[in-house]
Each structure stands twice: as C-alpha cells, then as structure tokens.
C-alpha cells in the first residue's frame, strides 16, 4: 500500500523543534506536560485531517511497542 | 418513596387453553413492553393477526426509556400513538454540555422546521406502553395476553412451538413466526442457549427519577466533571409530571447497596440542584451497562427484535429508538411474506438491515461510553485534552461526546434499486423520507408522511402518472394531490418535474427516477419486495 506520511526528513530546524518542546514543558507537573501532548496531538491531527495520514501515523507510533502481559489491565485513572 | 402509578395487564382465559392440540398462529410475540406492543400495533394496523404472550400482571416499575427520537415519534404517528405520545409528552432538542461549572457549547438536534415531529420527546416509558396497550384495544387482529409466561421453546424449521404458563395453569401455541420482544434478559434467547455478546462497561451509574417543582427548560443538560461529581459525570433530563431524571456517574468502586440508599442519594442530588427546591423520590437504582448482540438475528422460525437482539448503553438513546425502527422494519416484511407478496427470504433481509443499525448502535453508544467512562489514565488524558481545548479552539467541540443522539438507520440494502441519476438535496437512498410540510388542493396543510400508507408509496412530481401504475402501490402526485408551497419538498427531495420516488411501507426510499414508465417501476417495486434475492 502507498505511504501517505511523510517520514524523509521535513524538519528545517530539527534541533529548534527539541528545544520548542522542552520550553513548551517548563515548569509544568508530570500531569500537566501529559496534558499538554495530548492537546498538542489533538491540535496537530485536526490540523492534517486526513484520515489516512493519521492512521498510518497512530500506526507507526504504535509499532514496537509491546503491550503489557496478556490479562494486564493499564493503571486505571 | 413515592407512590407510583400502576398500568394493570389483566389476564383473560383464551380459547386456545382449552383447545385439543397446540393452535397454530401465523405470528406470536413474546414479550408485551414497547418493542412487543409496537410490533402488534403495526401487525394490527395491516391487518396481520398475532398473538402477544407477556409474563407480567401490571407495568409502571422502573425508570427505564425515556428520550423518544424523531423517527420514532414518525413511526408511532404511523401506528396511531404519535400524537398522544406528543401530547404527554416534554419536547426538546436543545442540549448543553458543561464542564466543571461552565457551559463548553450547546447543540440543537433540530436545526430546521418544517417537520410534522420534533427531535425528541421525553416520556416514561410506562406512558408509552400503556398508549400502545390502548391502541392495541382497538385493533381486532390484535389479541393480547398478559400473565401468559413463556417458559418453554421447541423451534423447528417451519414453525415454533411455546409453553405458556398462566394462572390457569400451562397451555402450549404453535407460531409460524415467533417474534422474541422480551427484553435484555429474553427468556427465548436463553432458552435457546443463544450466546449475547459484547462487553460491560466496568462503572456504575446512579439513576434518580424526582419529582420536583423546577424552572430548568427542557434541554439535555449533561456535565463533565462538575462540581457535585467531581471525577465523574452527570445528566439532567425533564420528564412529564413534574418529574426529572439525574443520572450520576459513582465510578466502578462505588458499592450498589450503600449508593441507592435515599440518605446516600439526597445529599448528591441537593449539591447538583441546590437545596432551595424541595424534592421527593420516585425511583432510584444502580446501573452498568453493556453493549451486546445476538450474531444473527433470525433463528429459523425465531426473530429476534430490540433489546433482546441487542443491548446498548443508554448515552444516545438507541434502546427503543431502535427497537421500534426493528419492529418497523419487520412489520410489513411479515405481512409481504404471509401475504404470498414477497418471498420468504424477504425476511432475511430484516437481519441484515437491523444487524447493520445494531452494530453502528453499538459502535457509536461504545464509543460515547468510552469517552464518557474513560478506561485507562491516557484514554482520561487526551479526553480531558479535548475539553480543555473547546473554549479555545473550534474544533475540539466535535470530539466531545457525551451520547451521539440515536438517528434513522439508513439502509445499504439489496432492496433498493441503485440511483442511475444524481440526486441532491438531504433524502437519502435507503434512509426514511425527510418529512415536509404540503398544501391540499383545499388548501387545508398535510404533513408528507401522513400521506403515505401502509403499502408502498410512489411520489410523483407532476399532473399525471405518464405511465400505468403498478398495482398495489399508493399514488401520490406533488402538484395535483398535494402542492410544495413551501418548497421544501423541491429542496429535501432534490425534486424536479417527472421526478418520481418509490417509497417501501416502513417510508424509507429504495428507489428514485428521474423519468419513469411502467417497468423501471415494477422492477423496484419487486426488487423491494425481494424478488431478485438469491433463494
């Protein structure tokens, strides 16, 4: 199947984007810097929109990542 | 507690308990709540005789449906209780969602006028069935037995066989088709060892019904972690009589014996509410929810219909809504086929219509579960991420879900016949007919879904058919029968002269022609009726 994402190098500013994140996260707790990730992934997705695109992205992350052993539950909130 | 109303079912000897052998009905239903008694109105509206078998001796228990859909209300006008159900009945189509203490947005689920029906009406469900109950009186072919408890069943290919037991002891019924409408907890379904599967949503929720003197308008007012919850969430909805219905999210851990207690409950309901308005209980209960299905609804002579086909959470109002829509569905199939009108594999289609609006019932309610109920600390994460951004961002609105509200199931089915032609407008191909306001010659005011009939339909722009009519098919000329004076029939139906547009008896659209003669419309109609099905 044809790759929509893009995945070459597409970043002018590699290094400025870890920076902007580490600014972004200053001074915030554990759970406001995951609250942030969270809006700023929601913000980027509508952003790109297209369907196909996000999936292949939520794919992407996902792999190799293992989940925990089978029965497992995540921590619950 | 208050005392609550009681709708008594009174028992009545049959002739068939005392009958030689088991009589043989062509349909029998079991279970005589709403889905039950909506199958018999339609059943009795065409004249189809049947037979309803209900374990119960009165009704009335519970807090149980409550927000009755637009199509819903369509099907019931169709069934002769629209209008009551109306009358009792506490309009709405406005909604906010809260969080914390603010209001995140409103929605209005009606945007436009023009329709007979409104976008939703809250009733108790008791209201309903007794309405059906009364309307199932005036319909001869109807015969209706309470206390008559389904306690066995024996399926062969053509036909079931029950066991009744009564006060009067057990008789047993033979039933060409037997409908099963009894319920989550189908007594046929576990008889049949028939597995429902699904999952359950590991919380709990707390359900009030109060009656209380109150000016909150009649909106669905739902809230995300508000003040009186914190955590957790809640839902206000008004009811007819003075009653109002809370739901409150208590969380997995919460224990159901302690929670439903009145002294546990008021403080919980006096922190949402204020204590200035003074209330009093008329029911309260703990509940999970699920989301299961039966994988087929048709067991040779069995069919399966609304709850105890499948089971949803109640976020979105898809229990009834859609029970009735299966019952819709059904009603004129078994006429068609017991009528020698269609064949028997006609019925096969019901299951896979009503499968297809069960599983996109189940999907959306999961889905309104899971944001509502979030499992895991990330899924509550990028769920609170949403509702921080709305305030700030238009977007993120439309990934809050607090319940996506039941809408008409729209049909890819073989039934209908393709679109050779572009159509615009918002009727849809396989969906129910959008409704519109007409002039009669007279011109007295006709809403276009009174016009249709029990049998199917044909809606023709224009003076005169230029064709034969096909037998059997109703007539209906825009422009000579009925005039579009509002127009609104041009712009839903996407309508221009010789426009023409096949309507089935549960008035969904399966078939539309921009020009028409005798066979294009005899085909559709015998492809509705299926026809073309491989046998």
Redesign the interface.
């Known amino acids: 199947m044809n790759r929509q994402i893009v995945t070459s190098p597409n970043l002018e500013d590699p290094d400025g984007l870890y920076a902007a994140f580490v600014v972004a996260h200053q001074g915030l707790s554990d759970a406001q810097s995951e609250l942030l990730n969270a809006r700023l992934v929601l913000i980027l997705a509508n952003h790109i929109g297209d369907p196909d695109v996000l999936r292949e992205a939520l794919a992407l992350a996902r792999a190799g990542l293992a989940p925990t052993a089978a029965g497992e539950p995540s921590p619950r909130p | 507690m208050a005392e609550k109303e009681r709708f008594p079912r009174p028992y009545q000897r049959s002739p068939d308990q005392d009958a030689s052998r088991p009589v043989r009905h062509r349909v029998v239903i079991i279970g005589g709540g709403p889905v039950g008694l909506a199958l018999a109105t339609d059943l009795g509206v065409r004249g189809v005789p049947c037979v309803v078998a209900d374990g119960k001796s009165e009704f009335g228990e519970g807090s149980r449906g409550l927000c009755y859909a637009k199509r819903t209300l369509e099907i019931l006008d169709r069934l002769g209780v629209g209008e009551r159900a109306l009358a009792k009945g506490v309009t709405w189509q406005l909604g906010k969602v809260f969080h914390h203490e603010k209001l995140l947005y409103e929605f209005n689920l009606l945007p436009e006028s023009g329709h007979k029906m409104p976008a939703f009406i809250n009733l108790q469900q008791y209201y309903l069935e007794q309405f059906l109950y009364e309307r199932c009186h005036e319909l001869p072919d109807v015969d209706l037995r309470f206390q008559n408890k389904c306690t066995g069943i024996e399926a062969f290919p053509n036909y079931a066989r029950i066991r009744l037991e009564t006060p009067d002891g057990p008789y047993e019924l033979e039933a060409e088709h037997l409908i099963a409408c009894d319920g989550s907890r189908s007594a046929v379904r576990q008889l049949m060892g028939l597995s429902f599967e699904g999952r359950v949503f590991e919380d709990r929720f707390l359900i009030a019904d109060i009656k209380m003197l109150a000016d909150y308008p009649a909106e669905r007012w739902f809230w995300f972690d508000p003040p009186f919850n914190p955590g957790q969430s809640a839902l206000l909805h008004k009811q007819p009589d003075d009653i109002w219905r809370i739901d409150l999210q208590l969380g997995?851990d919460a224990d159901p014996a302690e929670e439903r207690k009145p002294e546990r409950v008021r403080p919980r309901l006096e922190a949402m509410l204020g204590k200035e308005r003074p209330f009093e209980f008329e029911w309260i209960s703990i509940y999970s929810f699920h989301c299961r299905r039966l994988e087929r609804f048709i067991h040779g002579p069995v069919i399966f219909a609304g709850d105890s086909a499948h089971l949803v959470s109640p976020f979105g109002a898809r229990g009834f809504n859609s029970g009735v829509q299966d019952t819709d569905n059904l009603a004129w199939k078994l006429e068609a086929v017991l009528a020698g009108q269609a064949p028997k594999t006609l019925l096969q289609t019901y299951g896979l219509e009503r499968e297809a609006a069960a599983d996109e019932n189940i999907l959306n309610s999961t889905r309104a579960t899971d944001f509502i109920t979030?499992?895991?600390?990330?899924s509550?994460?990028?769920r609170?991420?949403?509702l921080?951004?709305t305030a700030e961002?238009p977007?993120?609105r439309t990934?809050i879900n607090s319940g996506r509200l039941s809408t008409p199931s729209v049909y890819d089915t073989p039934l209908s016949t393709p679109d050779t032609e572009a159509f615009g407008g918002t009727a849809r191909l396989g969906g129910p007919l959008p409704d519109a306001p007409l002039a009669r010659p007279d011109g007295s005011p006709a809403w276009l879904l009174n016009l249709l009939g029990p049998r199917f339909t044909l809606l023709y722009c224009g003076d005169e058919l230029p064709c034969e009519l096909p037998g059997s098919m109703q007539l209906v000329r825009i422009g000579r029968d009925v005039m579009d004076e509002a127009g609104l029939f041009q712009q839903r139906y996407d309508a221009k002269p010789g426009s023409a547009y096949l309507v089935r008896p549960d008035q969904h659209l399966c078939a539309r022609f921009r020009r028409v003669d005798t066979p294009v419309l005899r085909a559709a109609m015998e492809r509705a009726l299926g026809w073309e099905l491989p046998r």
Do not use: E, G, N, Q
């Open positions: 997995w979030p499992k895991s600390r990330t509550r994460t990028i609170d991420a949403a921080s951004l961002v977007f993120a990934l």
